[in-house]
């Protein structure tokens, strides 16, 4: 579950991002969503990692989603489901059946 | 006497000396192995310890007695473990770990699959009416001095998991369940069917640079023909349902499906029950490619 009063406040800015230009649009789209993300669970395989909590925390800190397609997939994903008025657990089922 | 007690005492004592890792480490005469395969999604795993022949030339009904539930292996009993529910040789396997047996009898040898997975060789045991039983056919093949399971063959909808010591060999046919089903009724197929104009995301306003993908149902899937794939293997494709409106292609080898090409997906937009277009997104959820419907 997204965890209360989370924020997109650790989420790395577009400023450290010049060496990946390409990851920038699903960095935008987690710092529209960060509630979202933070009930999502990444399926890159990241989730074993220490301190790992959710697809928030792929774009924290050392951000692997700066390298990885699948945890910037989910984030773009994420934002347009959204935006079509899905719910977070649509969004859940949408991105395992995708990704999972 | 001394003369032979001495020696062992003292390698004995060189042994309480060596660091414990190396002590813990043991020459054994069946060593363990594993071996395991995934299949659309489905893990096999078989783990074993692996006799050796060792110069002994008739294995069954001697070293293994006619008659006898053996474990094909050693000391703990080999485990089969899968992660879903499956077929061995036609007969239901519920998903779980199960100690392996076999009845070894000179005309007939049955398997046996007991939901007690840890278990040690002896005493032997009976089988019980939970134990699942696998009637199995054998092979007779030129020696293999260690007893080893593998998989000699893997197919989209399963896998032949083997094993063999001596002459005897035994496959198992397996079948695992598809992990997304191909099939696609007639009416919700009617939403999709028809010619598309697909188009390149590099290729956008060129309409010269379209190729035609036209999908149809058939065989109870729906089919796609393109007449200018970026591979052969793309020329005739199963669209795989993955999601509402979503659908993964399906690569084909013998009008079977051999790869699912899940990395990128086909999302169909429907107005009034009819699907006007597609695009194609990749792993990154970027827009590689679009269709729009011709007719």
Redesign the interface.
């Known amino acids: 579950m997204p965890r209360p009063g989370i924020d997109a406040s650790r989420v790395l800015p577009d400023a450290s991002l010049a060496e990946y230009s ?1 990851a920038i649009p ?1 960095f935008q789209a987690v710092r529209e969503i960060p509630q979202i993300v933070d009930g999502i669970r990444c399926q890159c395989g990241c989730a074993k990692l220490p301190g790992f909590y959710s697809l928030l925390s792929c774009y924290e800190g050392e951000a692997m989603a700066r390298f990885c ?2 945890c ?3 984030a ?2 994420a934002l ?1 489901l959204h935006r079509a008025g899905k719910t977070l657990d649509e969004i859940r089922d ?1 991105i395992d ?2 990704y999972g | 006497m001394a003369v032979r007690v001495l020696p062992r005492v003292a390698i004995a004592c060189a042994f309480m000396l060596l660091p414990p890792a190396l002590a813990g480490a043991q020459i054994r005469a069946s060593e363990h192995g594993v071996t395991a395969q995934t299949v659309d999604g489905t893990t096999i795993t078989v783990e074993y310890y692996r006799p050796k022949m060792r110069a002994r030339d008739s294995l069954y009904g001697r070293v293994v007695r006619w008659g006898e539930v053996w474990t094909p292996g050693a000391n703990w009993a080999t485990t089969f473990d899968v992660d879903h529910d499956v077929t061995m040789n036609g007969v239901a396997v519920p998903k779980g770990k199960y100690s392996v047996w076999i009845e070894v009898k000179p005309d007939q040898w049955t398997l046996y699959l007991n939901p007690k997975s840890r278990a040690f060789h002896l005493p032997e045991p009976k089988p019980a009416d939970d134990w699942i039983r696998i009637p199995v056919t054998r092979e007779t093949r030129a020696p293999m001095e260690v007893l080893s399971w593998w998989f000699p063959e893997v197919r989209p909808d399963g896998a032949t998991l083997a094993f063999q010591w001596g002459r005897e060999y035994v496959p198992l046919r397996l079948t695992v369940p598809a992990s997304h089903p191909i099939a696609l009724a007639a009416d919700v197929a009617r939403r999709y069917t028809g010619a598309y104009a697909f188009t390149w995301k590099e290729d956008e306003g060129k309409p010269e640079k379209a190729s035609s993908f036209e999908l149809y149902h058939e065989g109870g899937a729906l089919r796609a023909r393109w007449d200018k794939p970026p591979f052969p293997e793309f020329g005739n494709l199963i669209m795989v349902p993955s999601g509402e409106h979503w659908f993964w292609p399906a690569m084909l080898e013998k009008g079977e499906v051999f790869d699912v090409a899940n990395d990128i997906v086909f999302e169909f937009a429907v107005t009034d029950g009819r699907a006007t277009g597609f695009e194609v997104r990749d792993t990154k959820d970027e827009v590689i490619a679009k269709g729009t419907r011709k007719d």
Do not use: F, H, K
Request: aromatic residues 0%; proline residues 0%.
């Open positions: 390409g699903a397609d699948i910037q997939g989910e773009r994903l347009r949408a059946v995708r």
